[in-house]
């Protein structure tokens, strides 16, 4: 039999949340939002903290209408569950689309809804250098300290080309291995342990 707690009994690793770092959901995160999830932090501050799950794709491309224009066909992921009726995006195109908010690593936030609407249509802002999501994750004053406390997340570091380069249901595994250490342990569980195998502004599109 496999001895799980000889895997799991392994604490927060004390690295400081913030803007553009990340949350590694502990392996048995039981949610469908965050099971085995990956976050991306956009503001994080005294009041709170908010985030876009990056590893959630939903099962189809898309296309939407926004202003009574119909974008590309596009392949949208869960961000979240606050706010699933607005479109949010990460992208790498920097000062390309003015308004972006530096997240570090070429990692971009947002920025000008009208000048992503335009880049979209060029398909100069397209699957290799930007993701669309649904809707954030939000914590609460206090809420993801407490969570950290309680070891329900690793805080890690990615870059865009991790972002926007790997398969997106394998980040979880990724970014387990960029920390290295004890914590590859939690590669070698199963998601369900009774298995007996082993900054939130303007720059979003509200979907009518």
């Given at each position: 039999?496999?001895?799980?707690?000889?895997?799991?009994?392994?604490?927060?690793?004390?690295?400081?949340?913030?803007?553009?770092?990340?949350?590694?959901?502990?392996?048995?995160?039981?949610?469908?939002?965050?099971?085995?999830?990956?976050?991306?932090?956009i503001?994080?501050?005294?009041?709170?903290?908010?985030?876009?799950?990056?590893?959630?794709?939903?099962?189809?491309?898309?296309?939407?209408?926004?202003?009574?224009?119909?974008?590309?066909?596009?392949?949208?992921?869960?961000?979240?569950?606050?706010?699933?009726?607005?479109?949010?995006?990460?992208?790498?195109?920097?000062?390309?689309?003015?308004?972006?908010?530096?997240?570090?690593n070429?990692?971009?936030?947002?920025?000008s809804?009208?000048?992503?609407?335009e880049?979209?249509?060029?398909?100069i802002?397209n699957?290799?250098?930007?993701?669309?999501?649904?809707?954030?994750?939000?914590?609460?004053?206090?809420q993801?300290?407490?969570?950290?406390?309680?070891?329900?997340?690793?805080?890690?570091?990615?870059?865009?080309e991790?972002?926007?380069?790997?398969?997106?249901?394998?980040?979880?595994?990724?970014?387990?291995?960029?920390l290295?250490?004890?914590?590859?342990?939690?590669?070698?569980?199963?998601?369900?342990?009774?298995?007996?195998?082993?900054?939130?502004?303007?720059?979003h599109?509200?979907?009518?």
């Amino acid at each position: 039999m496999v001895d799980f707690n000889r895997f799991i009994n392994l604490r927060y690793n004390r690295v400081k949340p913030a803007d553009g770092k990340i949350l590694i959901s502990e392996p048995f995160q039981n949610d469908k939002y965050f099971g085995r999830s990956v976050v991306i932090i956009i503001d994080h501050n005294e009041e709170g903290t908010a985030g876009i799950v990056i590893n959630k794709p939903l099962r189809k491309k898309i296309s939407i209408m926004v202003n009574e224009t119909k974008l590309p066909v596009m392949r949208l992921f869960q961000g979240g569950p606050v706010a699933t009726n607005q479109l949010f995006f990460l992208h790498s195109l920097g000062e390309v689309i003015p308004g972006s908010i530096d997240l570090g690593n070429k990692i971009y936030w947002g920025g000008s809804v009208e000048m992503a609407q335009e880049l979209l249509q060029l398909n100069i802002l397209n699957d290799d250098n930007a993701r669309f999501f649904l809707g954030y994750a939000g914590w609460s004053k206090h809420q993801l300290n407490e969570e950290l406390k309680r070891d329900s997340w690793l805080v890690g570091t990615i870059d865009g080309e991790t972002l926007f380069n790997t398969e997106s249901q394998k980040l979880w595994e990724k970014s387990i291995e960029q920390l290295g250490g004890d914590y590859q342990r939690w590669l070698k569980l199963p998601s369900d342990p009774d298995r007996k195998s082993t900054r939130l502004n303007s720059s979003h599109i509200t979907i009518s």
